[in-house]
C-alpha cells in the first residue's frame, strides 16, 4: 500500500473542508474525530495519537484507532518515543520499526510519521500517524500531514487561549463577588453596630444626666441592633451552610397545618405589623419536614411582608394539589416588578429604589428556597403591582411519589 490517491479537486475540497473545520469548531473535542477522518482520506493510517507537553514529559492528549489493529489497540505502543524524538529535535520524521515474528503478521510492522505542532516559533505538541505492514510514507504524506498538523495546532492554541480567558474572567468574576460580598456585609454589619455604639456612648457621657424613660428607651434600642446583629450574623452562616450542603436538618414527619399554625401564633405574639389569616383547605397533611427550618422559612416570609407590606393582611393557605402540599402566602402590598420576582431568591439581592427603604441582607429569600430545595420542593413569588405579592411553596406529601412538581 503506497500514497493514498487522490484527485486534485478532491484534495482541494478535504483541505477546505479541514480548515472551515478547525474556523468554525466550538472546542477541539469535538472537532478532532471529524479531521481523522478528513486526514485519513489524504493518508492511510491506522493511529493517530496527538501529544501535548505536561511538566516534563509528553502525555497523549487525544487518540484514535482506525484501521489494522483496532481490536489489538490495547495491546500496541502509540508512538511515545518516537513523538519525543520529533519533540525534541522538532522536525517532521519517518520512522520504519520491524518487530518480532512472523514477518507475515504484518501488525508487527509499523510505520510512523509525525511532526512538530508549533503557534509561531512555539512547540505546543506532537502529531504522530502510525500505520502496520505497509510502504514508509511519502514526501506527499509528509506535506498533507504537516497541513493538518498546522491546523490542528490552530485548533489547540485557540482553546488553550479560550480556556485562559475565561480563567481570567471566573477570576475577575470572583473578585467582584468577593468585594460586593464584603461590601455588602460590612454595610448591613455597620449600621447596627453604629446604633449600638452611638446609644452606649451617648448613656456613658459624664456630662449628661438621662431620665428613666429615656435610658431606658436608649437600652431598648441598643436591644433591638444586637437582635438585628445576631440575626444577620445567623443568616450570614445559614446562607454558607446551605451553599456548601453542610446546614444539618433533622427530618420527621409532620402535620402541615399544625406547624403553620404554630408559626402563625408565635407572629402575633412578636412586632410584624400584619394582620394574618389562616384557610386550611385540607387538614391533616403530613410531610416529611425540619420544623425549625420550616419554620424559618415562614417566619422570613412573613418578616418580608412587614418589611415591605406594613400593615397589610396576609393570608396563609394550605392545600393539597395531587401528592403534594400548597402554601400559599399572599399580602396585600405594593407588589413586585415581574423583572425582580427570579432575581429576590439570589444572594444578597434587594430591589432597587424601593419606596419603602428596608434594612436587610438580601439573605432571607436565599435561604428560604435552599431549605424548600432542601426538603424536595419549590418556592416561587408572584406578584401584580399595587395588587400584592404571593409566595407560592409545593412540598412532596410524606409517603408519596407525585408525576411531577406543580409549575
Given at each position: 500500500m503506497g500514497d493514498r490517491t487522490v484527485s486534485g479537486d478532491a484534495l482541494l475540497a478535504i483541505i477546505f473542508e479541514i480548515s472551515r473545520q478547525v474556523a468554525?469548531?466550538?472546542?477541539?473535542?469535538?472537532?478532532?474525530?471529524?479531521?481523522v477522518s478528513l486526514t485519513r482520506r489524504m493518508v492511510v493510517f491506522d493511529n493517530l495519537i496527538i501529544y501535548l507537553p505536561d511538566e516534563n514529559e509528553l502525555q497523549p492528549y487525544f487518540a484514535r484507532a482506525v484501521g489494522r489493529g483496532r481490536s489489538k489497540e490495547a495491546e500496541l505502543p502509540w508512538g511515545t518515543e518516537?513523538?519525543?524524538?520529533?519533540?525534541?529535535?522538532?522536525?517532521?520524521?519517518?520512522?520504519?520499526?520491524?518487530?518480532?515474528?512472523?514477518?507475515?503478521?504484518?501488525?508487527?510492522?509499523?510505520?510512523?510519521?509525525?511532526?512538530?505542532?508549533?503557534?509561531?516559533?512555539?512547540?505546543?505538541?506532537?502529531?504522530?500517524?502510525?500505520?502496520?505492514?505497509?510502504p514508509a510514507y511519502s514526501d506527499k504524506d509528509i506535506s498533507r500531514l504537516e497541513?493538518?498538523?498546522?491546523?490542528?495546532?490552530?485548533?489547540?492554541?485557540?482553546?488553550?487561549?479560550?480556556?485562559?480567558?475565561?480563567?481570567?474572567?471566573?477570576?475577575?468574576?470572583?473578585?467582584?463577588?468577593?468585594?460586593?460580598?464584603?461590601?455588602?456585609?460590612?454595610?448591613?454589619?455597620?449600621?447596627p453596630l453604629g446604633f449600638i455604639k452611638g446609644y452606649t456612648t451617648t448613656l456613658l457621657r459624664e456630662d449628661?444626666?438621662?431620665?428613666?424613660?429615656?435610658?431606658?428607651?436608649?437600652?431598648?434600642?441598643?436591644?433591638?441592633?444586637?437582635?438585628?446583629?445576631?440575626?444577620?450574623?445567623?443568616?450570614?452562616?445559614?446562607?454558607?451552610?446551605?451553599?456548601?450542603?453542610?446546614?444539618p436538618m433533622k427530618f420527621q414527619r409532620v402535620e402541615l397545618d399544625v406547624l403553620l399554625r404554630d408559626m402563625i401564633q408565635r407572629t402575633q405574639l412578636g412586632d410584624f405589623n400584619l394582620k394574618v389569616q389562616f384557610d386550611i383547605k385540607d387538614p391533616g397533611m403530613e410531610v416529611n419536614a425540619d420544623p425549625m427550618r420550616?419554620?424559618?422559612v415562614f417566619d422570613n416570609l412573613l418578616s418580608n411582608a412587614s418589611k415591605y407590606a406594613p400593615g397589610s393582611t396576609v393570608c396563609v393557605t394550605l392545600s393539597r394539589e395531587g401528592g403534594w402540599a400548597q402554601v400559599l402566602v399572599a399580602d396585600d402590598g405594593p407588589g413586585i416588578e415581574e423583572e425582580h420576582l427570579?432575581?429576590?431568591?439570589?444572594?444578597?439581592?434587594?430591589?432597587?429604589?424601593?419606596k419603602l427603604a428596608q434594612r436587610g441582607s438580601g439573605l432571607g429569600l436565599y435561604i428560604c428556597r435552599q431549605i424548600i430545595n432542601a426538603h424536595q420542593g419549590e418556592i416561587h413569588a408572584e406578584s401584580t403591582e399595587g395588587e400584592g405579592t404571593t409566595?407560592?411553596?409545593?412540598?412532596?406529601?410524606?409517603?408519596?411519589?407525585?408525576d411531577k412538581k406543580l409549575s
Open positions: 468554525e469548531a466550538d472546542d477541539a473535542s469535538s472537532v478532532l474525530p471529524v479531521l518516537i513523538a519525543e524524538k520529533i519533540y525534541f529535535q522538532n522536525k517532521t520524521s519517518a520512522f520504519h520499526e520491524e518487530i518480532g515474528e512472523p514477518k507475515e503478521d504484518r501488525v508487527n510492522a509499523r510505520m510512523y510519521l509525525g511532526t512538530p505542532l508549533r503557534q509561531g516559533n512555539k512547540k505546543i505538541g506532537v502529531l504522530v500517524l502510525i500505520r502496520f505492514g505497509s497541513y493538518v498538523a498546522e491546523n490542528v495546532a490552530h485548533l489547540l492554541e485557540r482553546e488553550r487561549l479560550v480556556s485562559t480567558i475565561e480563567k481570567v474572567e471566573g477570576s475577575q468574576r470572583m473578585w467582584k463577588m468577593q468585594e460586593n460580598f464584603v461590601a455588602t456585609v460590612s454595610h448591613d454589619l455597620r449600621t449628661t444626666e438621662w431620665d428613666v424613660p429615656t435610658y431606658r428607651e436608649f437600652l431598648g434600642i441598643i436591644d433591638d441592633e444586637a437582635d438585628r446583629l445576631q440575626a444577620l450574623i445567623d443568616n450570614l452562616l445559614d446562607s454558607s451552610r446551605l451553599q456548601s450542603g453542610t446546614l420550616m419554620g424559618q427570579e432575581k429576590i431568591f439570589q444572594r444578597f439581592y434587594r430591589i432597587p429604589e424601593t409566595f407560592r411553596i409545593t412540598l412532596p406529601l410524606a409517603e408519596e411519589t407525585p
